[in-house]
DNA sequence: ATGAAAGCGCTAACAT
DNA sequence: ATGTTAGCGCTTTCAT
């Protein structure tokens, strides 16, 4: 049988109460005591009954927040859905876990609200957001105050966090270039549309491809398109309209949202079928894309996983699991094509 | 604040142990009481508190029993870590599972463990093994006895099984169809390796790429080989050493666990990289072809989740999870190449 | 600074 | 057939 507080103090010569105290470094203890305490613990092995703790929290549950962009998206759907999923596991564990959508274009609004959650008492946070150092700052001092942050999808750099959940985009970037390699023949002009390129995301993928196939063959002749904001369907297609690339182009990797505007301007170029594609995610473009058979691979990210994941570690961590998690949890490269898309 | 058995009690007017045994469906109760302690449950959606439940039931956690083959192999040691990490995570609350491994070289030594465990008490188990009658029946026996009972990876079919947990391997083999069509240039000739054709796994796999081929053209020239048990070298070098085979052959998709002599057989004919070749799961002679080149793709099925699902779920049925799981919970079917095997 | 005790929701043993 | 109650391990309030 496990070994509970009881009989840590009974072999301390204390208290239950002064052994919960000492556990949780609460103060009125005397620090001896406490060390001695702890030590007890150590060497017995203790490891603190979730359920009974998640029963005696039971009546002021721990307030977990979970910030999701306000931009409606089926990406973050799928990061919901996760969501959804874990708020539902772990109901009545003494946590309570609520979303809060914010406004990451309005960096200011986001800090504000961040300080309205911190007064109203929360006890851990959960985010994804532009790796800003308004927002890091606001994280680093709200982590000070005794609040852990796990963040997702879109690293917000700190040491401060308790771990971050996301893919490592450059690796998605290789195993891109892997694919293109095995697609398209040796030497041959192959294009990668970038994203903006103060989004990480975008940029760390562009690498990744562009080493890998350089990995390769020096052969291969790889043009990256920058993406403008609002990305206009001319920028692609104006590459495209020069009629040398048009002949030689055996190869697009996509690697930002903006699918639609390239898969139009490649249609309009008479390109279609004739070059393979390579995207990523299981946005609706995509997936239509797969379909037509104009798409041949997506790279996902199990966005589900990246919404309940910091979920069940917060659950963990603040219901006193005694492991800390790694710092980074790598979201896997999923390779999917029209026939293994869900 | 969510519904307890007290204010069902309150409602119906009798005591808390009476609203325990009825929604039990314990005997001892007036039919009558009981259907009106469950409607009223019903109508004020009550969801039973699990962390109260463990702690309840923690002097005498139900046994849930995972039977593993007794075989050593890289593939079942994914699905023990999945087993060992929902050890770890379901400690204590309510539940005790404990792994026991058996030789289904020897059904009626595994139907005669079976029966001992039953004396032994056990809450649930949770099982792989070939699809026969002895096992099916003593199977469906145990459920009627009231032990629920969920498959892994390889199914057993019985309508009485809660659920199973494992990939649609049809599916699988169209996804290996996709590739391979990718790959190679469309009339030419392909072989498909498959195992002893009474084992399931192998000849679901084939179906589905063979039909994914021809779906894709029917100038592919498609030959099944037959594995042998134990299977030879020379059974695929024979097929091989047709100067006309060796001549055209541009894909291999080998569906067993037979990758080492085949690809050794691949090596004598010197097509060691001139051949496309797609193989299933992560195995370690498999991880090495993909290093060398040799290998181009392997189809994977999340064995860790293999593991860890079918735990999970018999848990929070026995620990009364309202929702029953669907009777089949797909693995994924993941593609992998060298940059994305973990 | 520390001890004592009540209570979280549920189960099971005991009492009626 | 049904009611009563102790107790699971932990947290927290109230005494001391």
New binding site residues.
């Given amino acids: 049988?496990?070994v509970?507080?009881?009989e840590i103090?009974e072999k301390a010569?204390?208290?239950?109460?002064?052994v919960?105290?000492a556990?949780?470094n609460r103060?009125?203890?005397?620090p001896d005591?406490?060390r001695r305490i702890k030590e007890i613990a150590a060497s017995m092995e203790?490891l603190?009954?979730t359920a009974?703790?998640a029963?005696?929290?039971?009546?002021?549950p721990k307030k977990i927040v979970f910030i999701l962009p306000d931009t409606d998206s089926t990406f973050f759907s799928f990061i919901q859905t996760g969501l959804a999923k874990a708020q539902e596991e772990y109901r009545e564990m003494g946590t309570l876990i609520t979303a809060v959508h914010m406004n990451f274009r309005n960096i200011s609004a986001v800090t504000e609200q961040l300080d309205s959650l911190m007064s109203e008492g929360i006890a851990g946070l959960i985010i994804t957001g532009p790796d800003v150092p308004e927002l890091r700052e606001k994280l680093n001092s709200m982590a000070e105050k005794g609040i852990p942050f796990i963040t997702y999808n879109s690293d917000i750099q700190s040491d401060k966090g308790l771990c971050y959940v996301g893919q490592d985009l450059y690796k998605g970037g290789k195993v891109a270039a892997d694919l293109m390699h095995k697609l398209t023949p040796c030497p041959s002009l192959v294009l990668a549309v970038a994203g903006k390129s103060d989004f990480k995301a975008h940029t760390e993928r562009i690498t990744g491809f562009v080493d890998g196939m350089k990995e390769y063959s020096k052969d291969y002749d790889i043009r990256i398109i920058e993406g403008y904001n609002p990305y206009k369907r001319d920028t692609f297609s104006a590459v495209l309209a020069d009629p040398e690339v048009k002949q030689h182009v055996k190869g697009i990797f996509i690697s930002t949202g903006k699918v639609a505007a390239t898969m139009e301007a490649v249609k309009q170029s008479g390109l279609l079928g004739k070059v393979r594609v390579i995207c990523n995610d299981e946005i609706p473009e995509v997936i239509k894309g797969l379909k037509k058979g104009y798409i041949d691979f997506t790279i996902c990210q199990d966005p589900v996983n990246q919404g309940y994941l910091p979920v069940k570690i917060m659950v963990q961590h603040l219901m006193?699991h005694p492991s800390t998690p790694d710092k980074w949890i790598k979201s896997p490269v999923e390779i999917k094509t029209v026939h293994n898309i869900d």
Avoid: Q
């Fill in positions: 049988m496990a509970t507080i009881r103090a010569g204390v208290s239950r109460g002064t919960d105290r556990l949780h103060e009125g203890v005397n005591v406490a203790y603190p009954n009974a703790r029963l005696s929290l039971h009546k002021e006193g």
